[in-house]
């Protein structure tokens, strides 16, 4: 069956502008995770969604940042007036069960600001 | 802090040795324990992981992993390696239940030689 998808695979903005991030699940899975993947920081836990609720927010690194997901399936994470730091790899991951069990990774969206 | 450490950055092994990459964790609890492997330009995906019961897990393309809790340690392993291994390994904890963000390590970039 299919697999996490993203879109899109690379986007490219200037500094300042709002970018949104999108990320279907595998069907059937409950639990939406956001990561991000920068050459500094390495791998980050980013928010956790269980059907369309963010028990876990710990992750957003600033009030910039947000997400949410709609009909228990597709995720959006939005970066608003986005700054050269938050160049990274942006990875979603799915997983299924509550509590979920192991979770599978997407291709990633990367993401270059100018 | 609840943390993943693999101290080995950069690992060079020859065409059908043996492999041992190594993974510390730091938890108050024995944690959900996860070995991922990335390819260049590829998503995340799971190798093997260790919730709980035998210690020694067997994971996909030959790869095991043994959970030591006097060491604190989930030190992934394959007996012969091949030059398609050549990748990115990641470990990852959890605290338990599952409704948690992944802690990654920073990774260990296996180099294969022929």
């Known amino acids: 069956g299919a697999g996490v998808s993203q879109s899109p695979s690379n986007k490219v903005t200037e500094k300042g502008k709002d970018v949104e991030l999108r990320c279907d699940p595998i069907s059937g899975h409950t639990a939406l995770y956001w990561y991000r993947q920068s050459l500094g920081q390495g791998l980050e836990f980013l928010i956790y969604f269980q059907g369309n609720s963010a028990p876990d927010k710990s992750g957003l690194p600033s009030d910039r940042f947000s997400a949410e997901r709609t009909g228990g399936s597709v995720s959006t994470l939005t970066i608003q007036r986005t700054q050269q730091e938050d160049s990274a790899v942006y990875l979603c991951a799915s997983s299924f069960g509550n509590p979920p069990d192991t979770q599978y990774f997407g291709p990633g969206t990367r993401l270059t600001v100018l | 802090a609840q943390s993943v450490t693999q101290p080995d950055i950069h690992i060079t092994v020859s065409e059908g040795a043996s492999l041992e990459l190594r993974c510390n964790y730091s938890y108050g609890a024995t944690p959900y324990l996860f070995w991922y492997v990335q390819s260049p330009g590829q998503g995340l995906q799971l190798l093997l992981k260790y919730f709980s019961g035998d210690t020694l897990v067997q994971g996909i393309k030959g790869f095991e992993a043994e959970f030591k809790r006097s060491q604190s340690s989930f030190n992934l392993r394959k007996p012969s390696v091949h030059w398609s291994d050549a990748a990115e390994y990641f470990c990852?904890?959890?605290?338990?239940?599952?409704?948690?963000?992944?802690?990654f390590g920073k990774g260990t970039h296996l180099i294969i030689q022929p």
């Open positions: 990852a904890g959890s605290p338990g239940g599952g409704a948690d963000g992944l802690t």
